[in-house]
Nanobody, 114 residues
Framework: EVQLVESGGGLVQAGGSLRLSCVAS????????IGWFRQAPGKEREKVSC????????YYEDSVKGRFTISSDNAKNTVYLQMNSLKPEDTAVYYC???????WGQGTQVTVSS
């Protein structure tokens, strides 16, 4: 059974950094991609970034380009989202997801104070 567990959220001041982790288990091969999504109160869930586990190709939503970096450590079955220069508008619950599936983590809260 596929499971995703996020961690690393917290409260940080504007301009600060956080690193989110998503530990993925239950896969039998590397033919999948992991995405980070976020949902702020009253807003729809949006894709922030994603990475292909097989070839390492990445995607970033325009508002996080140059500030967020996604990476994977396949030996640890972990995908990271390094978030720098955080802004109050980055405040949301962040989720990881196996793209194209209904497998989601439980979410981790990121709060950026001004």
């Amino acid at each position: 059974e596929v499971q995703l567990v996020e961690s690393g959220g917290g409260l940080v001041q504007a301009g600060g950094s956080l690193r989110l982790s998503c530990v993925a288990s239950g896969f039998t091969n590397d033919d999948y991609a992991i995405g980070w999504f976020r949902q702020a109160p009253g807003k729809e869930r949006e894709k922030v970034s994603c990475i292909s586990i097989s070839d390492g190709s990445t995607y970033y939503e325009d508002s996080v380009k140059g500030r967020f970096t996604i990476s994977s450590d396949n030996a640890k079955n972990t995908v990271y989202l390094q978030m720098n220069s955080l802004k109050p508008e980055d405040t949301a619950v962040y989720y990881c997801n196996v793209l194209g599936t209904a497998y989601w983590g439980q979410g981790t809260q990121v709060t950026v104070s001004s």
